[in-house]
């Protein structure tokens, strides 16, 4: 069995899941009619243990499915004492089919997924042990989510700018997945996320809009430290934020606690959706997450019987409104699978319904730690366009802070005459000095330049060695029909 050990703000954040899963105990959650919903998690991990030892993984990978080893990990820290064993003899967490020596020799030196995702035992990889206080409270939220942050609806119900402060032109920053903070990356001078908020404030944009993930599971330290902290402060009510998985992790208590009640968030109005307007544009952000029921809030989605029908009027508010939409969410429209794009439903099934019977004009999403320009002809768009015919931009930019790799999947449809992919993030790591940093790729961001209906994207790739920002994609000037 591993051994592990943990810095005090790490073993903190035991201490606090420990103390919330006592108290539950003691309060007799245990018993309550949730303990069905939340021992519906135990199921999901179990599977994703059979899928690791099915061996599944090697030709099909599901990022569904990511948690293989998150049994294992969590007896280890049961039985170290840094997890309370009350998981297993009252919260009913099984043991664990795979052992250390299946561990010792499964390939741990690290293998890069389809989509990029690594499975190292590293800092921010697929298999760091901190991964696991995700999962501990994901399930302690399951069982009593009265605890969860209520969702804050916009005041009026709609988050509009007043029309003699529109702007007729604005440089929009787009980082997704970024909270990781500063960490110590090998022998590098500066993290990911530090080199990409250099490379942000490099390009001097009007706004930054950050699509959500603050990590491990945006507690309100984790908010305070990995997200506010690294922000600069003349962004104040210039920067917009997003619920996300790892956000709900928390129950969204240090997002919508401590995030959104500061003041550099004042135009969101405390709200995890919001809107502004740039020339005949108007950005509108939504939460992917809230309402999302699936297993650790990994698909994604806007609305459900329990709410969220707000957001989708926001945004069909929007879409009638003559102007063009620039939509953001944390989780991915299209799905990264072997068998190339496809919709992830039920996300985007809601998100065209809004915008019936059009594709949204551009869509910005996170949650695929990756870089990634679609093409504008899809087969899976179905012949549809956005309004007045122009053609659909679909962009993944989750890749602002977390280490990832050269996805094969994505490498595939990347080429010939009329690739899928236009651009995916596949630039090495230069000067690699660990066996995790010889899989890496270039993390990075996106600017979206707008004037009046004009609109241009161009992503960015950062690194330590010079140059430290490095355009790698630029789409053509296009004035879009409004």
């Known amino acids: 069995m591993d051994t592990y050990s943990f810095d005090e703000n790490t073993q903190n954040t035991f201490n606090d899941i420990n103390e919330k899963l006592e108290t539950a105990y003691q309060e007799e959650a245990h018993l309550s009619t949730d303990r069905g919903v939340a021992d519906q998690f ?18 099909d990978y599901r990022h569904d499915m990511e948690n293989m080893f998150g049994l294992y990990f969590l ?3 049961v039985d170290q004492g840094f997890l309370t064993e009350i998981l297993r003899s009252v919260f009913g967490m099984p043991k664990a089919q795979i052992d250390s020596s299946m561990v010792e020799e499964w390939n741990v030196s690290g293998w890069v997924a389809g989509d990029g995702t690594i499975y190292a035992i590293s800092k921010y990889c697929q298999l760091d042990i901190k991964w696991t206080l995700v999962l501990v409270y994901y399930y302690y939220y399951k069982l009593r989510p009265s605890k969860r942050h209520d969702f804050v609806l916009q005041p009026d119900g709609v988050n509009s700018t007043p029309s003699d402060k529109i702007p007729s032109s604005a440089k929009i920053a787009i980082i997704g997945d970024w909270g990781t903070g500063k960490w110590t990356d090998g022998d590098k001078t500066r993290c990911p996320a530090q080199l990409v908020i250099a490379g942000v404030v490099a390009q001097n944009p009007d706004y930054i809009v950050h699509l959500g993930d603050v990590y491990y599971a945006g507690t309100e330290n984790e908010e305070r430290e990995n997200f506010l902290q690294m922000i600069p402060e003349k962004y104040k009510g210039k920067f917009y934020t997003m619920n996300s998985n790892h956000e709900m992790y928390d129950g969204a208590n240090g997002l919508m606690g401590t995030t959104l009640q500061n003041p550099r968030f004042s135009e969101q109005n405390k709200s995890t959706y919001f809107s502004f307007e740039v020339g005949n544009w108007i950005i509108v952000g939504l939460d ?7 297993a650790l809030y990994m698909d994604g989605i806007i609305a459900t019987k329990h709410g969220g029908q707000k957001q989708l009027e926001f945004l069909t ?21 072997k068998h190339g794009p496809k919709p992830n439903n039920p996300l985007w099934g809601q998100v065209l319904g809004a915008t019936h019977p059009h594709v949204p004009d551009v869509w910005y999403w996170g949650h695929v730690h990756n870089g990634i320009v679609y093409n504008e002809d899809l087969a899976m768009y179905g012949g549809k366009t956005a309004k007045n015919g122009n053609k659909p931009k679909m962009r993944c930019c989750g890749h602002a802070s977390i280490p990832y790799g050269d996805g094969s999947y994505l490498e595939k449809i990347s080429t010939g005459n009329d690739p899928e992919v236009l651009y995916y993030g596949k630039t090495p790591m230069p000067d690699p000095s660990t066996e995790v940093q010889k899989m890496r790729v270039l993390n990075g961001f996106s600017i979206v330049e707008i004037n009046n209906s004009d609109i241009t994207e161009t992503f960015y790739e950062v690194s330590n060695e010079a140059p430290l920002v490095r355009e790698v994609w630029h789409s053509p000037k296009k004035h879009l029909s409004s």
Do not use: M, P, R
């Open 288 to 294: 992917s997450a809230y309402y999302d029921e699936s």
């Open 42 to 59: 135990w199921k999901y991990l179990v599977s994703c243990e059979n899928y690791f030892l099915s061996g599944a993984y090697k030709e």
């Open 75 to 77: 007896n280890n820290l």
């Open 317 to 337: 508010k929007a879409y009638n409104s003559g102007k063009q939409v620039l939509l953001c969410t944390h989780h991915n429209g299209i799905e990264v699978d």
